[in-house]
């Protein structure tokens, strides 16, 4: 059973457009979502995370929804531009363990210019 | 500032074959540390993780072992391949535990044949 489920599998927007990506948990006592950009042929990189007691962060462009009562996050990608084109990683953690990451199995963005 | 690096960039390996990975990371003390398998095309599952020199966890069984011989080095390692452990192999670190922000690395290509 995916304990991190993520949506559409993939995606492609048009240049300037706003992309959404969305998550969801299984595990209630799950506090820490991070997301991962991922190219191909290369390591993630962390995009953006937030802990369960907020609802929103923003970092540029960028913006994750976190969403309690619905186990539910989402991230938001404003100005869509052709070098936001890779694969994008929802994780869970709990905060107090030994940092194991639960990883979904990733959305594929497409920007189009 | 912090850096990771991971050697070999990609190896091809005969089946039967022994393996060693490592992982290196320069610029902070005492990092928390985990091994991660990515199939290709598919999401991250960490194998192991390391939070102290010379103390290694085994988070899941796929025939490979890790020591961890210095405060900045991590190893993966396996006596024996099998076709199954061809994938992209990733470092990565953390200040702490759960809730802290994982680093990865450029990761390693294996290809067993």
């Known amino acids: 059973q995916q304990q991190v489920r993520q949506s559409p599998q993939s995606l492609t927007v048009w240049e300037g457009g706003t992309t959404v990506l969305t998550c969801s948990y299984e595990d209630s006592t799950f506090n820490y979502f991070p997301w991962y950009q991922q190219f191909p042929g290369e390591g993630p990189a962390l995009l953006i995370s937030?802990?369960?007691?907020?609802d929103k962060k923003e970092d540029g462009r960028f913006t994750t929804f976190f969403n309690k009562r619905e186990k539910k996050l989402s991230l938001h990608i404003i100005d869509s531009q052709p070098g936001d084109s890779a694969t994008y990683f929802c994780?869970?953690?709990?905060?107090?363990?030994?940092?194991?990451?639960?990883f979904g199995l990733g959305t594929t963005l497409q920007v189009q210019p | 500032a912090q850096t990771i690096h991971q050697w070999p960039v990609a190896e091809i390996k005969a089946v039967g074959s022994p393996l060693s990975l490592g992982c290196t990371i320069k610029?902070?003390?005492?990092?928390?540390l985990y091994w991660y398998w990515q199939a290709t095309g598919g999401t991250l599952q960490q194998l192991f993780y390391?939070?102290?020199?010379?103390?290694v966890e085994s988070v899941v069984q796929l025939n490979l072992s890790a020591s961890r011989p210095k405060d900045d080095q991590f190893i993966l390692s396996t006596e024996k391949l099998l076709l199954s452990h061809s994938g992209f192999y990733l470092c990565?670190?953390?200040?702490?535990?759960?809730?802290?922000?994982?680093?990865f690395g450029p990761g390693t290509r294996l290809t067993v044949l």
């Open positions: 937030i802990l369960s007691v907020s």
């Open positions: 990565a670190w953390s200040l702490a535990g759960g809730g802290a922000e994982q680093f």
């Open positions: 994780a869970a953690s709990k905060t107090g363990n030994t940092g194991k990451l639960i």
């Open positions: 390391s939070i102290t020199v010379g103390q």
């Open positions: 610029g902070k003390s005492s990092p928390n």
